[in-house]
Nanobody
Framework: QGQVVESGGGAVQAGGSLRLSCVLSGNRFSINTMDWYREAPGNERELVAGITSSGFTNYADSVKGRFTISRDNAKNTLYLQMNTLKPEDTAVYYC???????????????WGQGTQVTVSS
């Protein structure tokens, strides 16, 4: 069974940058879509950015031009470069990975434990 581990969260001032990483352990599946979600207190979890296995990306309007999602397929790793951070970016960020599990012959979904990003004004 796979496991998703995130890293890179922290506290920064507005205008600063952070880079999040997420690694999926295991080797019995092929990875399809990889995404970053975030959840702020009192808000629903929302999609921040996603990237397909072929490299097609999509972003929430609120982060376009500031965040960049990328992936290293050889390392089963997902990244989110966050620049020009704003206080409204403060949230717990979650990595999501959609895979096809060869052993179970089915599609599965894995979530990370979440990493806190706090942006102060």
């Amino acid at each position: 069974q796979g496991q998703v581990v995130e890293s890179g969260g922290g506290a920064v001032q507005a205008g600063g940058s952070l880079r999040l990483s997420c690694v999926l352990s295991g080797n019995r599946f092929s990875i399809n879509t990889m995404d970053w979600y975030r959840e702020a207190p009192g808000n629903e979890r929302e999609l921040v950015a996603g990237i397909t296995s072929s490299g097609f990306t999509n972003y929430a309007d609120s982060v376009k031009g500031r965040f960049t999602i990328s992936r290293d397929n050889a390392k089963n790793t997902l990244y989110l470069q966050m620049n020009t951070l704003k206080p409204e970016d403060t949230a717990v960020y979650y990595c999501h990975v959609g895979v096809f599990d060869y052993t179970k012959q089915s599609r599965l979904s894995y979530w990370g434990q979440g990493t806190q990003v706090t942006v102060s004004s």
